[in-house]
């Protein structure tokens, strides 16, 4: 499984951004995705991820409210709207599958990760 994350880019805060995740090489109907990000200097943790079937979400508790994780089976794709963006939410995103039902929080259970896009929010 190969997957390509884009529409990263540089906004002020207050603004949104759609990421996209295109996974290509297999089907990944049956995999969970998930999104991570890395902060300059930091490790990278988890922001959301979605179940196999899009029947189930999750979110770290700063994104709550602000962004929404979302999979399109058909398109193999999965996406992140993200909402009223803050400074804090700077880094690297990555998004990544899990060959399993329910995904987990921890990026070192995911089989396979995207390049990253870059998301820069300005005060």
């Known amino acids: 499984v190969q997957l390509q994350a884009s529409g990263g880019g540089l906004v002020q805060a207050g603004a949104s951004l759609r990421l996209s995740c295109a996974a290509s090489?297999?089907?990944?109907?049956?995999?969970?995705l998930g999104w991570f990000r890395q902060a300059p200097g930091k490790e990278r943790t988890f922001v959301s991820a979605?179940?196999?079937?899009?029947?189930?979400?999750y979110y770290e508790d700063s994104v709550e409210g602000r962004f929404t994780i979302s999979r399109d089976n058909a398109k193999n794709t999965v996406y992140l709207q993200m909402n009223n963006l803050r400074p804090e939410d700077t880094g690297v995103y990555y998004c990544?599958?899990?060959?399993?039902?329910?995904?987990?929080?921890?990026?070192?259970?995911?089989?396979?990760w995207g390049q990253g896009t870059q998301v820069t929010v300005s005060s």
């Open positions: 990544a599958a899990h060959i399993a039902v329910v995904p987990p929080p921890e990026a070192s259970k995911y089989n396979y």
């Open positions: 090489g297999r089907s990944v109907g049956n995999y969970a």
């Open positions: 979605i179940s196999w079937s899009g029947g189930r979400t």
